[in-house]
């Protein structure tokens, strides 16, 4: 992956929204880390969705959720 696979990979994970559940349609990033926690201890779902939640998970277990805010803020999907 080079370094502007790495950023559309980024934006892409920036503003993203759940699909399903309790959390449908809010950002993964509105996602309260507790609900990746159960999914982690449970098994994140196949494929990409499930890529996008262990990132996030990793995000948020390490205070990086300013990081993806400014994403979502600098490069917002209209």
Do not use: C, S
Not at 27 to 54: A, N
Request: proline share 4%; charged share 35%.
């Amino acid at each position: 992956m080079n370094l502007d696979d790495n950023r559309k990979a980024l934006v892409e994970l920036a503003n993203y929204k759940m699909p399903f559940g309790k959390f449908k349609d809010r950002y993964l990033i509105d996602v309260p880390e507790y609900y990746y926690t159960w999914y982690r201890q449970k098994g994140f779902p196949e494929g990409k969705l499930g890529r996008m939640m262990q990132q996030m998970h990793e995000i948020k277990i390490n205070g990086l959720e300013e990081f993806i805010y400014n994403i979502r803020k600098e490069f917002k999907r209209k």
